[in-house]
């Protein structure tokens, strides 16, 4: 049964290599997005702690993105 | 009404979005890919390989429905001149370029065991060929273009002509003698698929959508941070 499964009654390269390289293809996406997004959110937690303590604070307090970046960024660590 | 359309009002939903998303992807990709796989029956003339459709068609479907977004947004921002309209387009295209490219190779692999070859240049896979490289044209736009509103010109106007091909895509199999079939799902009409393997379809489609949202709220939160670290540097 499983055999019949895997094979597809001789179709099995054709579905099982179309699904493969789909999925293949959506997991190399996800992974380079959700890597550029990390690399991003990273450097711009940097600059923000890089800045001096009033311009930080400026910046948190008039930046929603800033203060959420900077809190999701420290759970991370 | 535009405090929704503030950056940090869509960043926090944003967030909200990715969570939950996650939270049911997989249970739903498993349940369209048990349909897809197990439950849907083989074609009386295709046999099994009719289930290449499951992901072929699908991704067809994206790569036009996403080029067709970024054409009528590209017009918007001609008039409008909507900033934000270019983030989203910007999020959308790479997402469009993979599904087409998906589709022809999966429309490759589908046509050796039912055509008899893994490629033929009619009308509609040369059609599909010509978006991915509008694709190109638009993305690396942005890429190879240093110059922000000039890149934006010019991956508009590639958008707005690349429109032209969405109708000639759709209508080849009726205009021209293909080796594609004519459409089985129609939006206006009776669909000529069973429901046994409709609903797979659609199931799979929904679960494409989903991955499709989850890649675009990604890209465009990369592309709200962009934005800020620039405006922090100003500071």
Redesign the interface.
């Known amino acids: 049964m499983i055999q019949n499964f895997l094979s597809m009654n001789g179709y099995g390269l054709f579905v099982w290599g179309s699904f493969v390289i789909t999925f293949v293809a959506c997991g190399l996406l996800y992974y380079r997005t959700h890597k550029t997004l990390k690399k991003y959110e990273r450097e711009f937690a940097k600059e923000i702690n890089e800045l001096s303590f009033e311009r930080k604070k400026i910046v948190i307090e008039n930046s929603k993105i800033a203060s959420q970046v900077l809190s999701s960024f420290s759970k991370t660590i | 009404m535009f405090k929704i359309l503030n950056?940090?009002n869509i960043?926090?939903w944003i967030?909200k979005l990715i969570g939950f998303i996650n939270s049911v992807f997989f249970i739903l990709l498993l349940v369209a890919l048990s349909f897809a796989?197990?439950f849907s029956p083989?074609d009386y003339l295709q046999?099994?390989?009719v289930?290449?459709m499951y992901?072929?068609v699908p991704?067809a479907w994206i790569g036009l429905a996403s080029f067709s977004s970024i054409s009528i947004l590209s017009i918007a921002h001609f008039i409008f001149k909507i900033k934000n309209i270019r983030l989203i387009t910007k999020s959308i295209a790479?997402?469009g370029l993979?599904f087409t490219?998906?589709a022809l190779?999966?429309g490759s692999?589908?046509g050796?065991?039912t055509w008899g070859t893994w490629w033929v240049w009619d009308a509609r896979i040369t059609s599909m060929f010509i978006l991915a490289l509008f694709y190109v044209g638009f993305i690396s736009t942005h890429k190879l273009i240093a110059n922000e509103n000039k890149a934006n010109k010019i991956s508009s106007i590639i958008a707005i002509i690349g429109l032209i091909n969405i109708p000639i895509i759709k209508y080849s199999v009726d205009w021209w003698n293909t080796l594609h079939q004519p459409a089985s799902i129609k939006l206006i009409g009776e669909s000529s698929i069973h429901s046994s393997m409709l609903m797979p379809l659609l199931l799979m489609f929904f679960v494409f959508i989903l991955?499709c949202a989850?890649?675009f709220l990604?890209?465009y939160?990369?592309e709200?941070?962009?934005i800020?670290?620039k405006?922090?540097?100003r500071?």
């Open positions: 950056l940090s960043f926090y967030e796989l197990i083989p046999g099994d390989s289930r290449i992901v072929h991704s790479p997402i993979m490219c998906l190779v999966t692999i589908w050796q065991p991955y989850l890649i990604m890209k939160k990369t709200i941070i962009k800020k670290k405006n922090i540097k500071i």
